[in-house]
């Protein structure tokens, strides 16, 4: 069966320290991979999402970047961390063909201090 | 460009006493919309689409095209309804789903 791990599962960073959010997906190939934030009244805003290796898309212009360097690997990534950058991350995959029934993370929480 | 509304950040509603979460959608094409939930202290998870027609947990959704809109309903509310509910937009053959800001939904005894 397939499973989606995040780490770290917290995380405190002061500002202008840089960043790595990793997720790793098991059971699956090729699949569609994203990053969200979730924000309490705000909801879920997509960040990026990724069709395969190298292919990444951004929803939302700001500090923070993403890459997958392997099939089952999407990582979240900042330079230099601003406090508005605190939330929670989500990692979540879809089938290749899909989009709609996605599959999510545990989450991590980072706070920036 | 799709949006998705919920219009109630914070709903409250009696044991046994019917529920309605609302959800209202702008796209201008044929879309696909899903309901998440996420309970407390698991992961969002996937709790029913329109293009399915069922019924899960005794919740439904039909989709309105006339007035674009994807409520969520249970005749019969329980205690272990209550979680944080997303309504959420997939647009055409998109590869990415659009969420709606959600609604707390907390069921009383």
């Known amino acids: 069966s397939q499973t989606i791990h995040q780490w770290p599962a917290t995380l405190v960073q002061p500002v202008g320290s840089p960043l790595s959010l990793e997720c790793t997906v098991e059971?699956?190939?090729?699949?569609?991979l994203y990053w969200y934030r979730q924000a309490a009244g705000r909801g879920l805003q997509l960040l990026f999402y990724?069709?395969?290796?190298g292919q990444i898309s951004s929803e939302v212009p700001q500090n923070l970047s993403a890459s997958r360097p392997q099939d089952r690997q999407f990582i979240l990534s900042s330079k230099k961390l601003l406090l508005s950058d605190s939330g929670f991350y989500l990692c979540a995959w879809s089938v290749p063909w899909g989009g709609g029934e996605q599959y999510f993370g545990p989450g991590t929480r980072l706070t920036v201090t | 460009a799709q949006r998705v509304t919920q219009p109630e950040k914070l709903l409250s509603v009696f044991k046994g006493a019917p529920v309605e979460l609302k959800c209202n959608y702008s796209y201008s094409g044929s879309p696909e919309l899903f309901w998440y939930v996420q309970y407390s202290r698991q992961r969002l998870q996937l709790l029913l689409r329109?293009?399915s027609r069922e019924s899960i947990k005794g919740f439904t959704a039909d989709l309105n095209k006339g007035e674009t809109s994807f409520h969520l309903k249970k005749p019969f509310a329980q205690e272990e309804d209550s979680a944080m509910y997303y309504c959420a937009l997939r647009s055409g053959s998109a590869r990415q789903l659009t969420f709606g800001s959600g609604t707390q939904l907390t069921v009383l005894p």
């Open positions: 329109h293009i």
């Open positions: 990724s069709v395969g290796i």
């Open positions: 059971g699956t190939s090729n699949p569609n």
